[in-house]
């Protein structure tokens, strides 16, 4: 968003033009047209499914704003873009556009102060915050409101936000201790913990720190004559640590001895690991929560991008692989498909897509818990959930994975396979049948939901949900062959599935087989078939999982 400053020249040219009475000025002229536009769209749900009409409406309010910053109107058009951006989200489910938004309305009240739109601007604003999870910073929004406009007509319904939010008012920071305050002063970032995972062929050491890690790796070699192992060493700049975390920590598993940290200089934090072994080693830091992640890898030449899932090594208290990877993959959303009164696909038996979705979801959630990760299901009974709530849902719970789990349906009751999809635009007619079956929408609406997909996949997972989908159907098509044999693979597929725009975190669906096939139909009702299905899918995930390990991280 482009919004541009006061500029003063102008500001003399139109000057206070108050009034109703007054001609209208050029800009002002502007502003009704792009109104005239804004309500054509907002009354026509039509034109609301092309990304292209949102975009045209916004960019002519833009426009207004940029070339007349001083136009009576100006507010009034940031004001619309923020609405705009955000009943956009509302259709789009992509966050990116309810950001827009809210920085649209910070934009309106830190530009135009004195507009009478301002503390709306900064309600509106808090309200999406609040949306997206961040209380802290909405009750602030809604506390600038009291202090700066409590004469407006927002003061009101302010107080009652920061009354329901006190809970998030900021609190004053405590003294800090002397030492530590001594060590921090200066430095941006306070190092919180130190931990490390033995792991069959390398050891993860992860310090966990209060900012941004800048940081220099060296090597030093074996020094006999003063007893020490060969040595790598990390420099952490800008940094300091508490004494109570600078107790050597003891490793002993073949690829490190121990891991050593300490304050090297008044701005310097030094990690350094001594090696037992080590035949290749990798230094990388991460975001949210910021941390620095050390991978030390043996020596045994097994070290090649895919990696064997191994229990938690022993020791204390062992955290989940998901963690101890250190990936981010912590959280899985499963999302059984249909229920309620949508029964999905029908069987000719008679058979329900919905329960055996169900069924394969509740299946699925154990196995993968018992993995340490932490499971949650779009629903847990016979109930109807609209597709966009079922991709929000995995969203808002920020989950890192999102698993869609289906049965098939087509006209022609002899087909028969597995096919698991990704986000994308249809390339057969095969997989635009298949999404029209799961949006339950006409040929017509699905190709303008591929007219809004264009710009919607480029903010998607693509490359991950594709990786991610190839695990799951590779696995599927081994296991249930393994034991029931002549499943076709119909592969990988890419189409339009409204329950998959918009997520935030690499996305599939998995139509697991043709429930219009009797066969299918037969199989499907198994319970060994249904258990077959439930761990192919797990292995799938956790083959996905484990190649992102190590040597993958590094390109995160
Ligand atoms: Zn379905």
């Given at each position: ?11 003399v ?36 499914k092309f ?71 900064l ?14 910073k ?11 406009y ?21 609190k004053?920071t ?14 941006s970032?306070?190092?919180?913990d ?14 966990t720190?209060?900012g ?8 030093l ?34 690829l490190?001895?121990q ?6 200089d008044?701005?310097t934090?030094?990690?350094?690991l ?64 249909h ?82 999809y990704?986000?994308?635009?249809a390339k057969s ?8 079956l ?9 190709s ?13 997972n ?79 995930i ?15």
């Amino acid at each position: 968003m482009k919004v541009k400053g006061i500029v003063l020249a102008v500001l003399v040219a139109f000057g206070p033009l108050a009034g109703a009475a007054h001609a209208k000025t050029y800009c002002e002229r502007l502003y009704d047209s792009a109104r005239r536009d804004y309500y054509s769209l907002l009354e026509s749900p039509r034109k609301q499914k092309f990304h292209d009409n949102w975009e045209r409406v916004i960019d002519k309010f833009e426009k207004i704003v940029d070339q007349y910053p001083a136009c009576s109107k100006a507010p009034d058009c940031l004001f619309n873009i923020g609405v705009l951006y955000g009943k956009l989200y509302r259709v789009s489910w992509v966050q990116e556009d309810l950001r827009s938004s809210l920085r649209t309305y910070q934009n309106l009240e830190k530009e135009y102060p004195k507009s009478s739109l301002a503390d709306d601007a900064l309600f509106n604003a808090g309200e999406i915050l609040e949306e997206m999870g961040d209380k802290e910073k909405a009750y602030l929004l809604y506390a600038r409101i009291l202090d700066r406009y409590s004469k407006g007509d927002m003061a009101r319904k302010a107080k009652s936000k920061t009354a329901g939010l006190a809970a998030f008012a900021p609190k004053p920071t405590p003294p800090k201790p002397a030492t530590t305050a001594v060590l921090a002063a200066g430095s941006s970032l306070v190092v919180t913990d130190v931990r490390y995972w033995s792991n069959p062929d390398y050891t993860r050491v992860v310090v966990t720190g209060t900012g941004a890690f800048r940081y220099e790796e060296n090597q030093l070699r074996r020094d006999d004559s003063a007893g020490k192992p060969p040595r790598l060493y990390i420099d952490i700049k800008d940094a300091s640590i508490p004494r109570s975390l600078c107790d050597p920590i003891p490793i002993a598993d073949g690829l490190l001895q121990q891991a050593r940290i300490a304050q090297h200089d008044p701005r310097t934090v030094r990690l350094v690991l001594d090696i037992d072994s080590m035949k290749d080693h990798r230094v990388f830091s991460m975001e949210n929560p910021s941390r620095l992640v050390i991978d030390v890898i043996g020596d045994e030449g097994r070290y090649n991008g895919r990696k064997v899932i191994a229990p938690p090594s022993s020791q204390d208290s062992p955290l989940p692989l998901a963690q101890q990877l250190g990936l981010g993959i912590k959280r899985i959303v499963l999302d059984p498909g249909h229920g309620g009164k949508d029964p999905g696909a029908v069987g000719p038996r008679g058979l329900k897509e919905k329960e055996v979705t169900l069924d394969l979801a509740r299946r699925l959630k154990p196995l993968l818990e018992k993995q340490g990760y932490e499971v949650l299901m779009t629903r847990k009974t016979d109930v109807f959930i609209p597709l966009h709530e079922r991709t929000a849902f995995a969203n808002q719970n920020r989950a890192d994975l999102f698993i869609s789990i289906h049965t098939n349906a087509s006209r022609n009751r002899n087909v028969r396979g597995i096919e698991t999809y990704f986000l994308g635009v249809a390339k057969s007619r095969e997989a635009s049948e298949t999404a029209m079956l799961e949006n339950a929408i006409s040929q017509q609406a699905l190709s303008d939901l591929e007219k809004i997909l264009f710009d919607l996949t480029r903010t998607s997972n693509l490359k991950q949900s594709s990786d991610l989908a190839e695990s799951i159907q590779q696995n599927l098509v081994w296991g249930l062959n393994d034991s029931f044999r002549g499943i076709p693979d119909l592969g990988v597929k890419q189409a339009s599935f409204y329950v998959l725009i918009g997520a935030q975190m690499p996305a599939v669906l998995v139509e697991t087989s043709f429930i219009s096939n009797p066969t299918g139909e037969g199989l499907l009702s198994r319970e060994d078939y249904r258990e077959k299905l439930a761990q192919s899918i797990f292995r799938g995930i956790l083959s996905y999982a484990a190649a992102l390990s190590p040597a993958q991280t590094g390109k995160l």
